[in-house]
Nanobody
């Protein structure tokens, strides 16, 4: 009932910036929290950042705090502004959306009902 499509990935030099977008379609009125996860080759999918339905609450992984900023607009498009990128940020970035009210951590992968296909971010040294 909800489709998520990521865009904005690409190749960038260390220290550069990139902005990812996650466009939601379908029953967007049913979306609650949203989040970004990433997965590097040979590693598990890890939490990056999450945002509440209203945008009034956010959470960040320690590894990206101060460099990345999550936001969402009234049309349920979510953004990830990435600054001061490092080679270790290289991964496929996925957006996720929660289709029900949930009181737990944004980092809980199991809470999310919808996932995008991912967009590749590569940071060269």
């Amino acid at each position: 009932q909800v489709q998520l499509v990521e865009s904005g990935g690409g190749l960038v030099q260390a220290g550069g910036s990139l902005r990812l977008s996650c466009a939601a379609s379908g029953r967007i009125f049913s979306i609650y929290a949203m989040a970004w996860f990433r997965q590097a080759p040979g590693k598990e999918r890890e939490f990056v950042t999450g945002i509440s339905s209203s945008g009034g609450s956010t959470a960040y992984a320690d590894s990206v705090k101060g460099r990345f900023t999550i936001s969402r607009d009234n049309g349920n498009t979510m953004y990830l502004q990435m600054n001061s990128l490092k080679p270790e940020d290289t991964a496929v970035y996925y957006c996720a959306a929660d289709g029900q009210r949930f009181s737990g951590s944004y980092a809980n992968l199991q809470r999310y009902d919808y996932w995008g296909q991912g967009t590749q971010v590569t940071v060269s040294s």
